[in-house]
């Protein structure tokens, strides 16, 4: 789930994230807004791709409203 991949990676200041950054969006009606309801790759200038499901598929959109984002080095991650 969007909510278990937030406990992996360092986490990330919106003015530090990078292509590739994983981004999460919290839900206000689940948890308390705490919980991710919701996962996007960061992909520069402000922006991710998410894919929202079959009714609107891949969409780009503005990673302002992320709740937390985290950074994975794939080669730390891939050697675990």
Not at 12 to 18: D, F, P, R, Y
Not at 54 to 72: E, K, N, Q, T
């Amino acid at each position: 789930t969007a909510t278990g991949q937030m406990g992996y990676g360092t986490s990330v200041a919106k003015s530090a994230l990078q292509p590739g950054d994983l981004v999460f969006f919290c839900d206000p009606s689940r948890s308390g807004g705490k919980a991710a309801s919701h996962v996007g790759i960061y992909i520069g200038n402000g922006r991710c791709v998410e894919a929202k499901g079959v009714r609107y598929g891949i969409v780009y959109s503005d990673a302002a409203s992320f709740a937390a984002a985290l950074h994975f080095d794939a080669l730390d991650e891939a050697a675990q």
